[in-house]
Every structure is written in structure tokens, then in C-alpha cells.
């Protein structure tokens, strides 16, 4: 079909297409390839550049198998990584190698390769409607999404973690399908962690056959499987309850539906509360601002604890003299600018190029420049972080046990729709997602739409300083680690003994030079 396409609108058959898909078309009488990626980066296509050559591929473990093949670590991707937490394409971690942006398609003819933008929906413009027009197209788009991607010859079901977004996709699903919908969640023993109840409330409310699965997950053991899995370092430690859930999930079903993509659409994160009290702080007189940045606030004692309110206040407060921009990457970067700064060793510094990893943050707020702050960063977050981050984190998850995952909020209809919504109809108070409680009312029960965002995580504050403890000590202050020449000793030595005596919290930290060690193991010195 995608052949017959291509020979009838060339080039601009990829406008036709909706859902996920990274695509090679060899076009013969024209003599040129036709890489393909879909519009918001579910899917992954890496290439390599070579005198008359491409190499390309959805893994970049398989391009590393071809002869010849160099492996050069890239020092720009590494500062990324420990920005992002993931290496931004268009970047590799390798130097050489790239990754096709989303809504991005590559021609490659006579050895010379044309990467252009197909999808670029007007991010800047704003339709001033009522909020319950924009629910009843919400309402329609949603459940054509849904139904679209219900379309399986195989066993489908549902991710379920009890919050607005996949309790809608849920409810819709039940309410086009003639049969019970599978149904499935993941619990940890940490209860600020588990979110089990709520998907068992969503579960009795539409009749689903649910299955629950209580892990106690084995961080020293999945490391490894997530290094090999992943091809480049990979910070986000939620890509363990993924994991276990995609495992579990592909012994019942084939296809699963997620809830992915809401909260970048509908600004349900909490940073974006942050960005919203910030802007009526930079409305305020300077020496009021000054005063709410001011070194007082920055003094606040650090916590041990992930999800602590004093630890939210001082990142807060941290940034505050920053300009928007800085400061929400200031909010959101594992390692900021001054600790990456205190963190190399001169010999990295003389080799990193002079960029600055904000430039990526930078590109994607630039699509919705003049909106309000809060649709501007959330709308930056789609075309950042959802591809960056989510994306790989749930293909690669699921894919590694041949799950498929379909996010219907993901529809390039529904996204466009989202993107013209006033910031009023999503977000107000403070508490995003207003249009989804309003066009799904009848799908959302009220326990649902009160409770607060949890988030899909783990509690890495606790394994540091417990089943983690031991192993992230020897392999960070491993002389085989420190010898890399990367990371100043003293430093790293600060990160690990400063959380495992619970000074502070800097399990997210730990994480992302560990995962980042272990990768190095796998890939560079094998």
C-alpha cells in the first residue's frame, strides 16, 4: 500500500499517513532512498553518512555491526546526556552517526543526502473558541484515534495506571469494542510509588479483565538488559517499571494502548505549574523578584527525599534569576550548567565543543514562540522531551519483547487540535488538563480526576541507599571508571557519599553516571 502511495504522490505520501512508522523506500527509476520517520518520533531510524555509502536502521547496535564501523565517543552528545538524561537527535552518542528528527524525511541519491521537514503544524496559532466546541472535536478526533488503532489481528489490550490519560483511552476503548478490554498495571512496594488502587478503581468502573503485577524489581540484575537494550545511555529511570510492564503485558496481548502524550498536550505535568508561578513572579516589581531568587531561599537545607515540597521549593528558587528559557532547563536537567562545570575533568573540557545543550530545548520552543509560558514550554516538551524521552523509553521497552505500543493521543489530528487550544481551556490554577475532565467526564470518576499526579517511576532514593548502594560505590569509584579521564574523582566521590549519607538527593544523578559507566562497559570496551 505505502508503495502505491509513493507512486502516486512521491515524496508527500508520507502527509497521508497517520500513526507510528520509521520507513526505507528504495525508488528504482529514480535511483534514490527515501527515509521515513511519523510526526511526533514513536518509531527510531538511525543512519551513518559515508563516502558513497548509507548505512541505516532502527537500532544503532545493528549499524555497529557492519565492518569497519568506527566507534568514537562524541563529547557534545555526552554533555547532552547528562543534561537531558537522553542524547537529542538529531545527535548520537557516536560521533558520526545520526538520528533521523521526527517529522523528518531523508532522500539519499548520487551519494549526497537531503534531510527535509514534512509535518510543521502552526504552533504559534491560537483559535479563540469556547471550551465545549473544542471538547465535542476533542470528544471525535480522540475516539477516531482510538478506533484507528484498535485495528489488530492480534491480542490487544491496555496499559493502565489509574491517571486521566489512560483511564480515558481505557473508557473509549471499552465503549467501542463488544468485549471485556484487557487491561494491565505494574505496583511497587514503595506506596508514594504505586498506583495500583486507582488502575483496579478504572478496572471495576468499565468492566475490564485486569491483571496487576507486584515486582520487586531487581535493579542490579536489569541494568545490563537496559545498557544492551537501549544502544546509547538512557537516564530515565522509569524505563524499569516499563520494562517489567511491557514484559508482563506481552504474555497476554500483542498490542497495547497507552496513555502517552497527555500531559505534554494537555499540561498535566507539574513543572508546569512552576513555569505558571514563575511568570507572575517575573511580573513583579525587581526588588520583589530579586527577593524571591534571592540566597536566603537558595540556603533552604537540601532533602534526601525525591518528591519532597523543600526540594521542589529550592530548584524553585534556584533558577529563578534566570530568563524563562534557562530556568525551565534549569528545573529539568539532571546535571545543570555549574554541575556539569564542576563535574569534567580539564582534558573533557579542552575537547567539548563550544555548544551549549540548550540549543536543542532552544529549537523546539522556538516552534511556539509568542504563545503563553505555559503552552510555549509544553508545546516545546512535545517535540523534545516526548520523542527524546518517552518514546524510546516505551519502543524500546515493549519492542524488546515484541509488544507493539499504539498512543491514540499521539493521532497527528488530535495534536494539531491541542495545539490551537487557548491555554484557558487546559490549564487553570494551576491544575492542567481542564478540556480532558470536561469532554470525558462521563469516562472519568471523580476519585480520578482529584487525585494527584503520581508519575511512572521509581524510588531511586531508596535503592541508593539500599539494594543499590554497594554496587553504584564500586562501579562509580571503580579505578577502571575514574580512569576514563571523563569525571573529576573528588567529584563523583561528592555525588555518591553526600546521598548515601543523606545529605542530599542525588539519585537521578547517580543514576545517569551509572547507567552512563555500564554503557561504556558494553559498548565501547567490549
Not at 565492518?67 to 538524561?85: G, I, K, S
Not at 548520537?92 to 539519499?108: C, D, E, Q, T, V
Amino acid at each position: 500500500m505505502i508503495v502505491h502511495l509513493y507512486e502516486d504522490e512521491g515524496p508527500h505520501f508520507v502527509d497521508h499517513l497517520n500513526g507510528m512508522f520509521a520507513l526505507a523506500l528504495w525508488d528504482g527509476p529514480r535511483r534514490q532512498l527515501v527515509l521515513a520517520r511519523d510526526r511526533l518520533g514513536e518509531k527510531p531510524l538511525v543512519y551513518r553518512l559515508e563516502p558513497g555509502r548509507l548505512l541505516f536502521g532502527s537500532e544503532l547496535k545493528s549499524l555497529l555491526e557492519v565492518p569497519t564501523v568506527p566507534r568514537a565517543l562524541d563529547p557534545q552528545a555526552v554533555d547532552a546526556y547528562l543534561t537531558y538524561q537522553y542524547v537529542p537527535h538529531p545527535q548520537s552518542i557516536f560521533r558520526g552517526f545520526s538520528k533521523l528528527p521526527p517529522g523528518h524525511l531523508a532522500i539519499y541519491r548520487e551519494g549526497r543526502l537531503e534531510v527535509r521537514r514534512y509535518w510543521q503544524p502552526d504552533f504559534q496559532r491560537e483559535d479563540d473558541r469556547p471550551i465545549d466546541d473544542y471538547a465535542g472535536q476533542l470528544r471525535e478526533l480522540l475516539t477516531s484515534a482510538v478506533r484507528l488503532r484498535l485495528e489488530s489481528e492480534v491480542p490487544l489490550g491496555a496499559f493502565l495506571s489509574g491517571g486521566t490519560d489512560s483511564t480515558i483511552i481505557v473508557g473509549l476503548m471499552q465503549r467501542l469494542l463488544s468485549q471485556p478490554v484487557r487491561t494491565f498495571s505494574i505496583g511497587f512496594p514503595v506506596p508514594e510509588y504505586d498506583e495500583t488502587r486507582y488502575a483496579q478503581l478504572v478496572a471495576e468502573r468499565f468492566g475490564t479483565v485486569h491483571q496487576e503485577f507486584r515486582v520487586e524489581p531487581d535493579a542490579v540484575g536489569i541494568l545490563p538488559k537496559l545498557v544492551w537494550h537501549y544502544d546509547e545511555p538512557f537516564a530515565d529511570s522509569s524505563a524499569v517499571p516499563t520494562w517489567y510492564v511491557a514484559e508482563l503485558t506481552r504474555q497476554h496481548v500483542t498490542v497495547a494502548l497507552t496513555g502517552d502524550g497527555g500531559d505534554e498536550l494537555f499540561a498535566g505535568y507539574p513543572r508546569y505549574r512552576a513555569v505558571w508561578l514563575a511568570q507572575g513572579v517575573d511580573r513583579l516589581p525587581r526588588l520583589l523578584r530579586r527577593l524571591a531568587s534571592a540566597r536566603f531561599w537558595q540556603r533552604l537545607p537540601g532533602s534526601a527525599r525525591q518528591k519532597s515540597l523543600l526540594r521542589r521549593l529550592r530548584r524553585f528558587t534556584e533558577a529563578m534569576g534566570q530568563p524563562p528559557l534557562r530556568r525551565y532547563l534549569e528545573w529539568i536537567a539532571i546535571f545543570n550548567e555549574w554541575r556539569r562545570a564542576e563535574l569534567y575533568t580539564d582534558d573533557f573540557l579542552r575537547v567539548l565543543p563550544d555548544a551549549d545543550p540548550m540549543e536543542f530545548l532552544a529549537a523546539g520552543a522556538a516552534q511556539s514562540a509568542g504563545r503563553d509560558p505555559v503552552t510555549w514550554i509544553s508545546l516545546a516538551d512535545l517535540v523534545t522531551y516526548l520523542p527524546g524521552d518517552l518514546m524510546t523509553k516505551v519502543d524500546i521497552a515493549s519492542m524488546a519483547h515484541g509488544l507493539e505500543t499504539r498512543p491514540p493521543f499521539l493521532d497527528h489530528r488530535v495534536v494539531e487540535l491541542a495545539a490551537r487550544m487557548p491555554l484557558r481551556h487546559k490549564f487553570r490554577f494551576g491544575k492542567g488538563k481542564r478540556i480532558l475532565h470536561r469532554a470525558f467526564a462521563d469516562l472519568l470518576p471523580r476519585e480520578i480526576r482529584t487525585r494527584p499526579k503520581m508519575g511512572f517511576g521509581v524510588p531511586l532514593d531508596h535503592w541508593f541507599r539500599g539494594p543499590l548502594a554497594g554496587f553504584a560505590r564500586d562501579v562509580l569509584l571503580d579505578r577502571r571508571t575514574l580512569g576514563r579521564g571523563l569525571f573529576r574523582p573528588e567529584a563523583v566521590a561528592s555525588l555518591v557519599e553526600s546521598h548515601l549519607a543523606g545529605r542530599s538527593d542525588h539519585s537521578y544523578r547517580l543514576w545517569a553516571l551509572l547507567v552512563f559507566e555500564l554503557w561504556q562497559r558494553q559498548w565501547l570496551d567490549g
